[in-house]
């Protein structure tokens, strides 16, 4: 589905919260050592206490949220409504938020829950 650019915009956004409030939730209830922070607007850091990072960010031209984690790079395109928003791998299929638990669950060494709500 083709946003439009205010669209791509809000919903991207809506993502990037809902990864930050995620990752503050295991922080506060797991007592990880998590460092959260966002960079640019656009752009979330997320350093475990092994100093790996994932970086989640968002490409307004091409809309897509991009990842950076220890398994490599991965492009997510959105392909659910403003309703129900999804992103999903452009290669595999795969859902973002299913990704980002598997890595983060391994980066930080213990199950790690994100999600959009």
Not at 36 to 61: C, H, L, M, W, Y
Not at 62 to 73: M, R, S
Not at 75 to 101: C, E, I
Request: hydrophobic letters at 40%; glycine letters at 6%; aromatic letters at 8%.
């Amino acid at each position: 589905m083709q946003l439009s650019e205010k669209d791509f915009r809000a919903v991207a956004e809506k993502t990037l919260r809902a990864i930050e409030a995620s990752l503050e939730n295991a922080f506060q209830e797991q007592d990880l050592d998590l460092d959260i922070a966002r960079q640019g607007g656009n752009v979330v850091n997320i350093q475990f206490e092994d100093k790996s990072v994932i970086v989640v960010n968002t490409q307004p031209p091409l809309q897509e949220i991009w990842v950076a984690a220890k398994e490599g790079g991965f492009h997510y395109r959105f392909t659910g409504t403003l309703d129900q928003p999804k992103w999903s791998d452009t290669k595999t299929g795969q859902d973002l938020f299913a990704d980002l638990n598997r890595f983060a669950s391994k980066q930080a060494g213990v199950p790690i829950k994100i999600s959009l709500t």
